[in-house]
Antibody
Framework: EVQLLESGGGLVQPGGSLRLSCAAS????????MSWVRQAPGKGLEWVSG????????YYADSVKGRFTMSRDNSKNRLYLQMNSLRGEDTAIYYC??????????????WGQGTLVTVSS | QSVLTQPPSASATPGQRVTISCSGG????????VYWYQQLPGTAPKLLIY???QRPSGVPDRFSGSKSGTSASLAISGLRSEDEADYYC???????????FGGGTKLTVL
């Protein structure tokens, strides 16, 4: 059974940093591209970033480029999102999503339950 | 403003058929597969349709997807109360080098 468990969310002040983590199990982690997708309160889904199975390719949404860094540790089956220079508009539930294929742009077949990030003073 | 355009809402009565549209362009739907996700209230999204018209195991055949040119649609037949949810289309976009979503359609079962 595929399981994706996000952690690391919380309350952070504007300009601050946070590191999200996603623990994956139930599938061959290195064979799958992974993504982070967020959902602001009462809003729709927004793709944030994607990474290939090997970790060699990453893509970012323009809204987070230069501030967020996505990485993975294939030896631990873990995915990360380092978020710096956080803004109020980054407030959202952040979902870890498993790609159907190994590419960084692979669309998703499984989602975690999400972790809430609140950016506020 | 979402790159993929969906109607914000749709409604129908139990047993009826409803269709949700998703309009894009040549850099996304026109070239790449379309995926559809269902998000029940207070839960994470769930894959409903992949590769334009394929259903993952466990998804009832009441749900079907299609694509033509730069548009796609999701059809739900034999509507049930438990189908009341938000529905999102998504695709890869070459111009943006990223995944794009529709704004979501809130389906109400009357």
């Amino acid at each position: 059974e595929v399981q994706l468990l996000e952690s690391g969310g919380g309350l952070v002040q504007p300009g601050g940093s946070l590191r999200l983590s996603c623990a994956a199990s139930g599938f061959t982690f290195t064979s799958c591209g992974m993504s982070w997708v967020r959902q602001a309160p009462g809003k729709g889904l927004e793709w944030v970033s994607g990474i290939s199975g090997s970790g060699g390719t990453t893509y970012y949404a323009d809204s987070v480029k230069g501030r967020f860094t996505m990485s993975r540790d294939n030896s631990k089956n873990r995915l990360y999102l380092q978020m710096n220079s956080l803004r109020g508009e980054d407030t959202a539930i952040y979902y870890c999503a498993k790609g159907r294929e190994g590419t960084a742009g692979s669309l998703f077949d499984y989602w975690g339950q999400g972790t809430l990030v609140t950016v506020s003073s | 403003q979402s790159v993929l355009t969906q109607p914000p809402s749709a409604s129908a009565t139990p047993g009826q058929r409803v269709t949700i549209s998703c309009s894009g362009g040549s850099s996304n739907i026109g070239t790449y597969y379309v995926y559809w996700y269902q998000q029940l209230p207070g839960t994470a999204p769930k894959l409903l349709i992949y590769a334009n018209n394929q259903r993952p195991s466990g998804v009832p055949d009441r749900f079907s997807g299609s694509k033509s040119g730069t548009s796609a649609s999701l059809a739900i037949s034999g509507l049930r109360s438990e189908d009341e949810a938000d529905y999102y289309c998504a695709a890869w976009d070459d111009s943006l080098s990223g995944v794009v979503f529709g704004g979501g359609t809130k389906l109400t079962v009357l």
